[in-house]
């Protein structure tokens, strides 16, 4: 394909992994992985935050040497007192970009300081961004579950007003959030005793349905789907409709070889089939799929070529 | 909810042996005379008026081909074992079906009682009971309705006969609160 | 014990007929919606005409009962006029409010300023008071249906920090998820609540009966299977079973529904103005028994009787309920 103008942006950790993992992998993405905007910070559960909160500053720190624009996300659904203190304090307390996934923190935004907007935001029309737009945010990655001619139109509104639409591009989509946490309830417990079994699954735990078909995965309180989204296939489209960015969501694995394919076929360097390919070989215990946008239902899977 | 009442195997014996053709005469006008009465039903079905749905009483040795074409509605009574195709079929207890019609019942709660079974396009079956559940409809009236400018004369008898047959079998042929008194 | 502030109930109404039977079973306001896309009950057969609604408006006004019109989906891009012309023929109809969840859509209604009252539909899934407050001061929204993922004591709470009112589910089916926020019904079948105003469309769905047991199965996927004699649940995925690891069940919740009867008091002490009745895509049967039922208690608990308890089990889901999030264990 012809090379496109992309930032590759790397969405914020979903899963709970151990504080050196942690470190480690954003160490890896500083030096070695061809993204222009890494978002850190707790997505899924307030539970998670301590396990890592100092070693934080030393993952921004080793981000922006490197080179990437760090910005902090914040919480998916914030209920708690402590959360909402969190929430007002990634705000007023922080020097960096920050990316809202919970419309609590529209209470903090302040036309002084530009602010992107997460997926977990519903923005699913030129309206929203409108609004959105006005108020500060220069930076929207959209629903995963918008098709693409959603994509289209609200890509299209978004370069009068300045901007710039990602789409979720790789990896498991974030389906679902709740009060409650599956991972314990799978395994007996309660959400306030939880022993942190979400730390087992560094993936999410796949489960089921009753044929046996992978069909989702649970991540403590939040649901993804089995499939990890996959648009390498589809650049050329997304580049079209005028789409600014796309998201990489992190995984185990070699991360940085999802990247890197990502980054060669935007520049033009490898076609999108060997991308694929090099995706495969990165991640073989995935299935992908670019359902949402261009099939019947979220879980189609990529179509063959 | 209390239990569904079961049509008498007596009954159901008797009409296993009980000629089809005027049954089916009777359903089809009962059809044509809902078109007439009812016209807000067909239009709440939109597209799904284009179905076929098989009404199987579970209790009766017989069930019923409904085709709500807004122009011309069919109904006819089939034995089952010779219904044909069908787009949806929905299947219960003769009380449970009637009941739904006269809001007696909800349908959503058949279903999770599994008084109610629905197979086929689940898309239609609710549209149709979403559609006969605003007509608040009687069937003793609408039987009496088939008397045309009789009706008058005709409501008495139909709705004693319904009260009766209700005594006799369990099964409400009358809205809940509209007996014979009224 | 001060004397209990009177409490709003509001019940649902997928049809004019059921419109009707909620208010003469003595429901203090009506939610319905339009016959399309633009509200999250958009089931084949269900929902109101623009003359229906008309007409409903002016029957519930004549009885005293207010009518709320939903348009809480989440507009297409490119069809906004379809959601702001429902905003506008509320308006013109003369309906007490609209519950909204969409920003864009908000932000309409807020700067048409027409005299609609603005509430903000549970799809917006503000669940705590800073974001209720940015929703009160930014458009000026009037009142809150909270999101069922709070307790009754995070009720409270929430009621002495903001300057709305607030509406609590109190009784039918239960999300598990932040509403509002899930696409589980897309990913399986390509129709979502936000979208498209159906989870779980019944166009997706499939029942087979075999050998006594009812396979369901949602957009190919098969979510449940229940032997004979066993309630059946609404097919949608959220109440499925599944294997997760070395469990196998209910993985998100049990086909139960919710019913908050015994909590009247505790969530009037909370502050709560209105309490609602999920089912609009229920029969009149069902909202005429609930909506009685729950006026009846709530009548008990204004005159400081004790409420009696009703049973609509028979009526729900899973013939079993549960009160849910109001009670911390839940989570």
Redesign the interface.
């Known amino acids: 394909m012809a090379e496109s103008n992309f930032d590759l942006t790397l969405g914020p950790l979903q899963f709970n992994w151990p504080a050196q993992k942690f470190v480690d992998f954003y160490a890896a993405v500083a030096d070695e992985a061809p993204v222009d905007r890494v978002v850190i910070g707790e997505l899924v559960c307030s539970k998670r935050a301590p396990f890592y909160a100092d070693r934080l500053p030393e993952a921004i720190e080793r981000l922006e040497r490197g080179g990437k624009q760090v910005l902090l996300g914040s919480l ?4 708690l ?1 402590r ?2 203190r969190a ?2 304090e990634t705000f007023d307390q922080t020097a960096h970009e920050v990316e809202i996934n ?3 923190l ?3 935004v302040r036309g002084d300081k530009p602010f992107s907007v997460g997926p ?1 935001v ?1 923005v ?9 737009a006005g108020r500060g945010a220069r930076r929207v990655c959209l ?4 098709p693409f ?6 890509a299209k ?1 978004s370069r009068d007003i300045g901007v710039g639409i990602e789409v979720w591009a790789y990896g498991r ?1 974030p ?8 991972h314990a ?3 007996g417990l ?3 005793s939880c022993q942190f079994v979400c730390d087992k699954d560094p993936d999410g ?9 992978e ?2 995965a ?1 991540n403590g309180v939040q ?1 993804l ?1 089995f499939k990890y989204a996959n648009l390498i296939l589809d650049l050329d489209r997304l580049a079209d409709a005028g789409v600014a960015g796309l998201r990489l969501s992190p995984h185990s694995g070699d991360f940085i070889a999802v990247a890197k394919a990502f980054a060669g076929v935007c520049e033009g360097r490898i076609s999108p089939q060997e991308g694929l390919f090099r995706l495969r070989r990165a991640a073989p215990q995935a299935e992908f799929t670019d ?2 946008l261009f ?5 189609a899977p990529l179509p063959a070529f | 909810m209390n239990a569904i009442p079961q049509l008498p195997p007596m009954g159901a014996a008797a009409l296993r042996l009980a000629p089809l053709a005027p049954l089916s005469f009777v359903a089809a006008r009962f059809a044509r005379s809902l078109g007439r009465r009812h016209p807000a039903l067909f239009a709440r079905l939109g597209e799904e008026a284009d179905k076929i749905f098989l009404i199987d009483p579970t209790d009766l040795p017989l069930a019923f081909r409904l085709l709500p074409r807004p122009e011309a509605p069919r109904l006819e009574a089939v034995r089952r074992e010779a219904a044909g195709s069908w787009d949806a079929r929905v299947a219960g207890p003769l009380a449970a079906l009637i009941g739904l019609v006269h809001g007696a019942y909800d349908g959503d709660a058949l279903f999770f009682s599994r008084d109610l079974v629905i197979e086929g396009d689940t898309s239609a079956v609710l549209a149709l009971r979403n559609a006969i559940d605003n007509e608040e409809m009687d069937l003793a009236h609408e039987a009496a309705a088939l008397f045309g400018p009789f009706e008058s004369l005709a409501r008495r008898p139909a709705l004693e006969l319904a009260a009766f047959a209700a005594r006799w079998t369990g099964v409400a042929l009358t809205r809940p609160g509209q007996g014979t008194r009224e | 014990m001060t004397a209990p502030r009177s409490i709003e109930l509001i019940c649902p109404a997928g049809t004019p007929a059921a419109l009707r039977g909620a208010v003469e079973a003595g429901a203090h306001a009506v939610y319905c919606g339009f016959n399309d896309e633009t509200n999250a009950r958009n089931f084949p057969g269900l929902n109101f005409s623009r003359e229906e609604m008309a007409e409903a408006i002016k029957f519930a006004h004549n009885h005293g009962a207010k009518v709320l019109v939903a348009l809480n989906t989440f507009p297409r891009a490119g069809t906004f006029w379809r959601w702001s012309k429902a905003v506008d023929d509320c308006a013109r109809f003369g309906a007490d409010a609209v519950i909204l969840a969409d920003l864009g859509l908000l932000d309409y209604a807020a700067r048409r300023d027409c005299g609609l009252r603005l509430h903000l539909s549970v799809q917006a899934a503000a669940a705590n008071a800073d974001a209720i407050n940015f929703y009160a001061r930014t458009f000026g929204v009037k009142r809150v249906v909270l999101p069922r993922v709070l307790t009754v004591q995070e009720i409270a709470a929430i009621n002495r920090e903001i300057d709305a009112e607030t509406e609590v589910f109190i009784f039918g089916g239960l999300c598990v998820m932040a509403e509002g926020r899930c696409s589980l019904s897309s990913y399986a079948t390509g129709k979502s609540p936000n979208m498209n105003g159906a989870c779980s469309p019944a166009s997706h769905v499939e029942y087979r009966e075999a050998g006594g047991h009812l396979v369901s199965r949602l957009g190919g996927f098969a979510i449940n299977r229940v032997a004979a004699g066993q309630p059946a649940p609404y097919p949608t995925l959220c109440k499925g079973v599944f294997e997760a690891g070395d469990y196998k069940g209910h993985v998100f919740e049990d086909p139960v529904s919710l019913d908050a009867a015994a909590l009247i008091p505790q969530l009037n002490e909370a502050g709560v103005t209105a309490l609602k009745i999920e089912g609009r895509q229920r029969s009149r049967a069902y909202t005429e028994a609930v909506v009685r039922s729950f006026r009846r208690a709530l009548d008990d608990h204004a005159a400081g009787r004790p409420i009696a308890a009703g049973d609509l089990r028979a009526l729900t889901e899973g013939q079993q309920t549960t009160s849910g999030a109001y009670r911390k264990t839940w989570r």
Do not use: H, Q
Request: glycine share 6%.
């Open positions: 998916a659904l914030v209920t007192e959360e909402r929430a007002r919970d419309l609590t529209m209470n903090w977990l519903n699913y029309n030129e309206a929203t961004l409108a609004f959105l629903p995963p579950e918008l001619a959603s994509v289209e139109t609200i509104a989509m389906l679902a959030i709740s009060g409650r946490c599956y309830r799978a395994r309660s959400k306030d735990l796949p489960t089921k349905t009753l044929d046996g078909v069909f989702l649970i649901t789907s359902g949402f099939g019947d239902c979220g879980a």
